[in-house]
């Protein structure tokens, strides 16, 4: 078992600052947003509409929808996204549908 973890090599890249939830953060530009917002910290991304149970990043590849973020009004699938400079990220606020 390698107990090297993989998000090492996003301490090597250069930072941009983004937004999340009104917290400043600086993330790897252009790394994957929902490894970049999980290796800073952030464990919950947002709640279901019905429980209002607290979801995080799954699959990884855009199939599950549990890692839905907001970025300008538009809700997204983190994991399919790259950090940029200043992104203003937030918890879905409402419904949880993505948008294409």
Same mark, same amino acid.
């Given at each position: 078992?390698?107990?090297?973890?993989?998000?090492?090599?996003?301490?090597?890249?250069?930072?941009?600052?983004?937004?999340?939830?009104?917290?400043?953060?600086?993330?790897?530009? %252009?790394?994957?947003?929902? @490894?970049?917002? /999980?290796?800073?910290?952030? +464990?919950?991304?947002?709640?279901? =509409?019905?429980? !209002?149970?607290?979801?995080?990043?799954?699959?990884?590849?855009?199939?599950?929808?549990?890692?839905?973020?907001?970025?300008? %009004?538009?809700?997204?699938? @983190?994991?399919? /996204?790259?950090?940029?400079? +200043?992104?203003?990220?937030?918890? =879905?606020?409402? !419904?949880?549908?993505?948008?294409?």
């Amino acid at each position: 078992m390698n107990p090297v973890s993989p998000f090492l090599e996003l301490d090597q890249t250069p930072r941009v600052e983004v937004v999340f939830d009104g917290t400043p953060l600086s993330l790897p530009a %252009g790394a994957n947003l929902a @490894a970049a917002l /999980l290796a800073a910290g952030i +464990g919950e991304f947002r709640r279901t =509409p019905v429980s !209002g149970a607290p979801r995080a990043p799954f699959c990884m590849m855009g199939a599950c929808f549990d890692c839905l973020v907001e970025i300008d %009004g538009v809700v997204r699938q @983190a994991c399919m /996204l790259d950090v940029r400079e +200043g992104l203003s990220i937030s918890k =879905p606020k409402g !419904g949880s549908h993505a948008t294409p």
